[in-house]
């Protein structure tokens, strides 16, 4: 399955450090500069989301998130206000390789670049330092189909 995202909104929390707004351009449009690399996007705010765009409450909690992010807090859902003219590097990212999700279905954890586990479950943490950390294997194929194995024995779904 191709990576898709579970609005945690994790990535988007500490982006602040990354895009800036340049400048208003009016009608809800801002030119975004990535201060790294210096790139700009012209963005729009969705209509959809200008609701949410105008509650800033999102930065008492994160004062370093992208300032296009928006948490809702009763559906604990990460938004990208301008998602539909998003900046390149927010298109291109993906947080995971192998999702692990949990009997009912809840993210338990992440494998990300190699093989680092991000870990949501304090059963999964176990089960991995036990019997994956240290696993023997010839490649990366048999790696994600020994996890996959161990993985599902124990309740847990494995996407890729
Ligand atoms: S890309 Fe990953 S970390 Fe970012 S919001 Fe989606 S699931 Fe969360
Ligand atoms: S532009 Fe959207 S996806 Fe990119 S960091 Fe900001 S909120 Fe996240």
Redesign the pocket.
């Known amino acids: 399955m191709p990576f898709y995202c579970q609005q945690c ?1 994790e ?2 929390t500490q ?1 602040g450090y ?2 800036e707004i340049k400048a208003d351009l009016g009608n809800n449009e801002y030119l ?1 500069r990535n201060v790294y690399t210096g790139e700009e996007t012209r ?1 729009r705010v969705s209509p959809l989301m200008l609701h949410l765009f105008e509650d800033r409450s999102t930065f008492e909690q994160w004062p370093k ?6 948490c809702n807090a009763a559906e604990r859902k ?6 539909p003219t ?2 390149e ?2 298109q291109e ?1 993906g947080c995971w390789r192998l999702l692990i999700l949990d009997a009912h279905g809840r993210r338990a954890g992440r494998v990300m670049t190699g093989t680092y586990l991000a870990c949501e479950d304090a059963t999964l943490r176990q089960i991995w330092d036990y019997h994956i950390r240290e696993m023997e294997v010839a490649d990366d194929a048999e790696w994600i189909r020994k996890v996959t194995r161990i993985l599902t024995r124990l309740g847990y779904t494995v996407i890729r």
């Not at 990460?78 to 998602?83: M, Q, R």
Request: charge should be positive; include cysteine; hydrophobic fraction near 40%.
């Open positions: 909104g990535c988007c982006m990354v895009h975004i963005s998130a992208c300032p296009f992010f928006r990460g938004y990208c206000t301008v998602y998003w900046p590097i927010c990212f």
